[in-house]
């Protein structure tokens, strides 16, 4: 059985910071893409920021500059380092792990709608405000 089990989230001030972390078993970790995405209330979910086998990132418009994402591959763990986090950052946030043609923004924007609910961890909620 595969598991992604997302950790970190929580209510801050904006302009602070979150380190979300997803913990992967199974196969999924010998993905060659992995990525976390978000869903904000009222909102579809969208795609935020994918790593690819070899270490390359690719962010949402959204988040550049504010957002790294990393893994840690002896622990086999994906992060999110969220830095300078603002109101409209407010959603619950997943993380996923696939091997698609190609791991950058096509995957990023096609992921939400291509994959079912059975694909979905239940993710971990962060919440911005004052």
């Known amino acids: 059985q595969v598991h992604l089990v997302e950790s970190g989230g929580g209510s801050v001030q904006p302009g602070g910071s979150l380190r979300l972390s997803c913990a992967a078993s199974g196969n999924k970790y010998s993905s060659t893409c992995m990525g976390w995405f978000r869903q904000a209330p009222g909102k579809e979910r969208e795609g935020v920021a994918a790593?690819?086998?070899?270490?390359?990132?690719n962010y949402a418009d959204s988040v550049k500059g504010r957002f790294t994402i990393s893994k840690d591959n002896a622990k086999k763990i994906l992060f999110l380092q969220m830095d300078s986090l603002k109101p409209e950052d407010t959603a619950m946030y997943y993380c996923a792990a696939d091997s698609p043609p190609a791991c950058g923004a096509a995957w990023l924007s096609a992921a939400p709608y291509y994959y079912g609910m059975d694909f979905w961890g239940k993710g971990t909620l962060v919440t911005i405000c004052s």
């Open positions: 790593i690819d086998s070899d270490g390359s990132t």
